[in-house]
């Protein structure tokens, strides 16, 4: 029925959708707005929605920080964790790093998506799930859709929109259905 007006967020957000996990809605800072990079870590802003506060957390270290592999970072939910997916568009590789504890970072996967271009390229490639039964990650391009497995190395094309759609994407979403369905409760 109303706006709350809250305090600001410590640092820049950057243009990029926030990923929402357990309660908090998480966005990258934006390094091009006036944060500084000399504590070697990238800067995650995180929401808590219910306690309407922002707070600024250390993502996980560069390991390359010089012009000529930039990683590019984005934070996505992935087995209910908070990770950063960086990629590195130059060595055609994504890594993912998970969140433990709320204090540090572990690099959970380590892809080298280059090997499956043109379709899957490392700017463009967002993890999206990991299957909790067999380990495979389903990664979207935006054109196409597949399962990398870490055991084999190998991917599967699960959907592709293919060449002649040059100008056009999809956004994949997964949903969680409820068990209960919402006619059969009894008020």
């Known amino acids: 029925m109303f706006w709350e007006e809250l305090d600001p967020p410590q640092r820049p957000i950057a243009d990029a959708p926030p990923a929402y996990i357990n309660g908090k809605l998480y966005w990258m800072a934006d390094a091009k707005l ?12 995180a929401l808590d929605v219910s306690a309407r506060k922002f707070e600024l ?16 970072s984005s934070i996505v939910e992935v087995q209910g ?3 950063m997916a960086c990629s ?15 204090c540090w970072w572990s690099m959970e996967y380590y892809i080298e998506v280059g090997r499956f271009s ?16 067999d380990g495979r990650i389903l990664l979207s391009t935006g054109k196409a859709l597949g399962y990398y497995d870490p055991k084999t190395a190998k991917m599967q094309t699960i959907y592709s929109l293919g060449e002649h759609t040059k100008n056009k994407k999809f956004v994949p979403i997964l949903v969680q259905e409820s068990l209960i369905h919402p006619c059969d409760q009894v008020l």
């Open 88 to 102: 590195h568009p130059r060595k055609g590789t994504l890594e993912i790093w998970a969140m433990k504890d709320n």
């Open 34 to 45: 006036g944060h500084s990079r000399s504590s070697g870590h990238e800067e995650i802003i």
């Open 118 to 133: 043109p379709e899957y390229s490392s700017e463009t490639v967002t993890p999206l799930a990991v299957d909790s039964e």
């Open 57 to 72: 957390l250390k993502g996980p270290r560069r390991i390359h920080d010089d012009d000529s592999d930039k990683c590019v």
């Open 81 to 83: 964790q908070v990770c």
